[in-house]
């Protein structure tokens, strides 16, 4: 996965945000994570402690919360949670395709000083 | 500088500002969904059908778009991203049509930013269908919406019918699927149930699509199902 390009991404929305907070250091920033998007949480902190020297967030840690994969069952309208890559009913032992979680990759918070 | 805190205060325990808290509660790639955004309105109002065509490298992008460029019956347009060189874009030239080559550098996959350059210096109103070589990458290119109505994956028979399993992320995100080089089923071994099985259940909506660009087996039915995804294509803003 392209994680250099994501943390990149997120450190400069959070530069953007702290600035616009009247912030001059970030201390610590929240990422959320879903397990469905395949992005590796060790490979971003490798590349969040390269990247983030020379900007706000020179001294910041970085918070990774997992978020599990949930799928939708069109068949019986059942809610489950996916095991791993495959949303299978457990009910209906039928695959989906709409995952009600686990896509998520946001800067949920930060904060500064 | 306090590295505690980050504030530039030493030492930490010395001062008590408050770390205030910066909700944010931002997609990582909404940069890009928002351009990617703007390419679709821009496609829309040219009437525009666009394709983004992924696979790994070696899986026959070039070679199907050399063929359908041949056979579709209507005038196209692509644009074509490489990490480096032009080969692709001289081989598909030669069908006569516009093509614009991307060097992504070190990049492992398109964006909406640099589709909406390259889409600049095509003629698009002379264009009814754009469509889009991606870099050759199973995994990235999942993540960046290019504006496309039509995401398309090509699975090559040599890779083996486990692919799907082993890189669901792209596969899902796929309106089709389609299974390359049929012609080389036998001499890999290549188990079409199960590979049929592992799409079922890893894009249990996306339409699967088996054909050969170099016999031309099933060629016709993708172009049919191309024309006439074109012509149930989204219209307007």
Known sequence: MHEVGIVQS?????????????????????????????????AIEHAFDVLKIGTLAENASLVIERVGGIGWCEGCSLEFSAD???AICPRCAVPTGDLRSGLELELVSLEVS | MCIECGCGQQPHEKHDHPHRVVSVHESIFADNDRRAERNRGYFRAHGLFVVNLVSSPGAGKTALLEKTLGLLPLRSGVVVGDLETDLDAIRLRKTGTSVVQVATGTLCHLDAAMVARAVGTLNVKTLAVLFIENVGNLVCPAAFDLGEDLRVTLLSVPEGEDKPLKYPPLFRSSNWVVVTKIDLEEACGFDREACLGHLGRVAPKARILELSSKTGAGMDQWCDELVRAYESRPKGL
């Not at chain 1, 929305?13 to 060790?42: C, F, K, Y």
Request: proline share 3%; no cysteine.
């Open chain 1, 10 to 42: 997120t450190l400069a929305m959070a530069e953007r945000h702290a600035r616009n907070a009247g912030g001059s250091a970030i201390s610590s920033l929240l990422l959320r994570v879903g397990d469905m998007t395949g992005v590796v949480p060790e």
């Open chain 1, 84 to 86: 791993g890559w495959i």
